[in-house]
């Protein structure tokens, strides 16, 4: 019975910390975004461990399912006035927001074929739409991302 309640104890602590972190995010976007971009950095550089071990491909499906959710995810938290912090997001994001929405489309199609080339079991399919990705994202911060 006393495990049982430290247990719960230690799971209802942990969700407290979680919905903190959420509640965190929603009124910080830019602190969003950054927790944002790094979850889908993390996904690239998983991607990108199986390509370098040579597969198997399968396993860089869910990688990139997640790197398209969450760039879906990105255009969203850019309201007006986030601009302002301690962010690197140019103001050209907010005077040229349709090519700024442009550019994160361009970055979840992108996502959407690499995870196609990697449900194909083709190793070199998934190289090329994992480098077609990442120049998604290099474009994008190019224009949108202070250096």
Same mark, same amino acid.
């Given at each position: 019975?006393?495990?049982?309640?430290?247990?719960?104890?230690?799971?209802?602590?942990?969700?407290?910390?979680?919905?903190?972190?959420?509640?965190?995010?929603?009124?910080?976007?830019?602190?969003?975004?950054?927790?944002?971009?790094?979850?889908?950095? =993390? +996904?690239?550089? @998983?991607?990108?461990?199986?390509? *370098? %071990?040579?597969?198997?491909? $399968? &396993?860089?499906?869910?990688?990139? /399912?997640?790197?398209?959710?969450?760039?879906?995810?990105?255009?969203?938290?850019?309201?007006?006035?986030?601009?302002?912090?301690?962010?690197?997001?140019?103001?050209?994001?907010?005077?040229?927001?349709?090519?700024?929405? =442009? +550019?994160?489309? @361009?970055?979840?199609?992108?996502? *959407? %074929?690499?995870?196609?080339? $990697? &449900?194909?079991?083709?190793?070199? /399919?998934?190289?090329?739409?994992?480098?077609?990705?990442?120049?998604?994202?290099?474009?994008?911060?190019?224009?949108?991302?202070?250096?």
């Amino acid at each position: 019975m006393r495990k049982g309640l430290i247990v719960g104890a230690i799971g209802l602590a942990l969700s407290g910390a979680l919905v903190g972190t959420v509640l965190a995010q929603a009124t910080d976007p830019i602190a969003a975004r950054k927790d944002n971009r790094k979850q889908a950095g =993390a +996904a690239m550089k @998983a991607i990108k461990g199986i390509i *370098d %071990a040579k597969g198997p491909t $399968a &396993g860089a499906v869910a990688h990139a /399912a997640k790197i398209k959710e969450l760039t879906v995810a990105h255009a969203k938290l850019y309201p007006k006035g986030s601009d302002k912090g301690d962010t690197k997001a140019l103001p050209v994001i907010w005077t040229e927001w349709a090519a700024f929405e =442009a +550019a994160n489309t @361009a970055s979840a199609n992108a996502a *959407d %074929a690499m995870a196609a080339a $990697a &449900g194909s079991g083709k190793m070199d /399919a998934l190289a090329a739409a994992f480098g077609a990705t990442g120049k998604t994202c290099g474009s994008c911060h190019t224009k949108f991302r202070a250096k």
